[in-house]
């Protein structure tokens, strides 16, 4: 949307190369120190300068890129796509205290950067949990408005950079710095990815006996009463014969059919958390609301079958149902609030992956006008007992005792804000890339009848796509 504070200036209308929509771009910049707008006398001010460009595999430009943070985001449609490098402005906050701590600083960072553009990132999941020291780059959230970025939109692609101005800022210094980066933007794309070290070891946090006992203690915490509903997650650590480019991973992702979000953030080289998830979480423009119940499991390696038997053994699953009800519940609950209208499908469907199926149910709401903000929806909604449980304060509270790590960003809300719109995907199906190891996350629903060795292989199901690209030989 437009405002006095903020501008977007297309210096051509042509479908440039990538090389001459940099040289495009930088002319621009050269030319906007003549006319210092009436913008100035606000606060902050954001001027994107956004060329067309020619069709590019925006993974790939990311990867020959050597400015960071490096991030990457694409929606579940595949219709909205972008590659960013850089800092122009960010939000973040790495401090004590609860979740509703958290979305309220993340609240008042929002109101002070007045973002018009999209800032991109994630949160802790937990922001009680105290975090091992592989998480130390990712604080308790980060968002990024990046210096430069390509963008795939509306079936379009775009080089832009943005000038982040704040008061007292000097102009010609800030254009003087945007420029430099954009001379260190590498335009070159043909050096052909790598492919991944070899992997020498897996091993499992915890391994299988403990997960075991734990999901028993869990189900006790059901008999007792206490609660109905507790996901439990693994770690699956991946020890390679050397340092890797975790891009790897996101450039060999193997499934191009898979309705997932593909979200990947490197703040230091080689030090990445990214995420190929089906779920989201909400997206939101004004006060529209789309989210979902997602969770039930079937695997289709499982039952040897397709798509047509995956849904039949799923609808039919009393388990994985009431599994999922919980899931539809509590979202109907928490909206209710801070909803005008819930139009919440009554009918569970089946989402279809290439191994997985899941049940599925699509939710629409009008947010009250009071509640038409980030903060409010992401405290309500985050996290669904798809990725926490019921009651939503007790099983955070277990899952801190019974996981033998921290969630870091796993499971947690990753995407993109701007002022009137965003998106969330819940980042399950996660890694974190720490020098020579690897560190994927993924877990299970657990209910009252809940086998905990099925629960095990269903987990190992969830990490298959990520494992397979560590397989693939040329
Ligand atoms: C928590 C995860 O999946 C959730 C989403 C869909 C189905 C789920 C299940 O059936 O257990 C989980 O609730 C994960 O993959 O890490
Ligand atoms: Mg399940």
Same mark, same amino acid.
């Given at each position: ?66 400015? %960071?943070?490096?991030? !990457? ?49 994630? !949160? ?126 996101? +450039? ?36 529209? +609301? ?87 929806? +992401? ?59 690897? %560190?994927? %996350? ?33």
């Amino acid at each position: 949307m437009m405002s006095e504070h903020y501008h977007t200036i297309t210096p051509s209308a042509e479908l440039l190369s990538i090389e001459k929509a940099v040289a495009s771009l930088k002319t621009a910049l050269s030319l906007y120190d003549d006319k210092l707008d009436a913008g100035r006398d606000h606060k902050n001010h954001l001027v994107t300068f956004s060329q067309p460009v020619l069709p590019a595999d925006l993974p790939v430009w990311l990867s020959v890129q050597t400015i %960071y943070p490096r991030v !990457f985001w694409m929606n579940r449609e595949k219709d909205y796509a972008v590659a960013g490098i850089g800092i122009a402005d960010t939000i973040t906050y790495d401090g004590e205290g609860n979740n509703d701590e958290m979305f309220r600083q993340f609240e008042r960072s929002i109101a002070r950067t007045t973002p018009q553009a999209r800032y991109f990132g994630g !949160f802790h999941f937990n922001n009680s949990e105290r975090q091992d020291p592989i998480w130390k780059e990712f604080s308790s959230f980060s968002f990024v408005l990046p210096l430069v970025q390509l963008t795939f939109e509306n079936e379009h692609y775009s080089l832009s950079c943005h000038l982040w101005l704040e008061q007292g800022d000097d102009v010609i210094t800030k254009i003087r710095e945007l420029t430099e980066v954009l001379d260190r933007v590498v335009t070159n794309t043909d050096c052909s990815a790598s492919k991944l070290p070899e992997l020498l070891n897996i091993s499992y946090n915890p391994d299988e006996t403990r997960w075991i006992e734990l999901c028993r203690k869990a189900l006790r915490t059901f008999t007792s009463g206490e609660m109905e509903k507790i996901m439990l997650a693994r770690q699956t650590i991946l020890e390679f014969s050397t340092t890797l480019s975790p891009l790897l991973f996101l +450039l060999r992702y193997p499934y191009p059919e898979n309705a997932i979000y593909r979200f990947y953030f490197e703040p230091a080289e080689n030090r990445a958390f990214f995420s190929f998830s089906p779920e989201r979480l909400y997206r939101r423009k004004g006060n529209q +609301l789309l989210t979902e119940a997602l969770a039930g499991t079937c695997s289709k390696e499982m039952i040897k079958g397709g798509d047509h038997h995956a849904s039949e053994a799923l609808l039919n699953s009393e388990k994985d149902i009431r599994e999922h009800n919980f899931v539809r519940a509590m979202i109907y609950e928490d909206l209710f609030p801070i909803c005008r209208e819930i139009d919440m499908e009554e009918d569970v469907c089946v989402m279809q992956l290439n191994r997985l199926a899941h049940l599925y149910t699509r939710c629409s709401a009008t947010l009250k006008p009071e509640f038409e903000n980030d903060s409010d929806v +992401l405290k309500r909604l985050h996290p669904t007992p798809a990725v926490g449980g019921v009651p939503k304060e007790p099983a955070l509270q277990h899952i801190m005792e019974l996981e033998p790590f921290s969630r870091g960003w796993y499971a947690a809300p990753v995407g993109w804000i701007s002022r009137d719109a965003a998106e969330f995907s819940v980042a399950i199906r996660s890694a974190l890339v720490n020098g020579r190891f690897t %560190y994927l %996350y993924s877990g299970a629903g657990l209910v009252t009848g809940s086998d905990p060795l099925s629960e095990w292989n269903e987990v190992d199901q969830k990490i298959g796509d990520i494992l397979t690209i560590t397989r693939q030989e040329a």
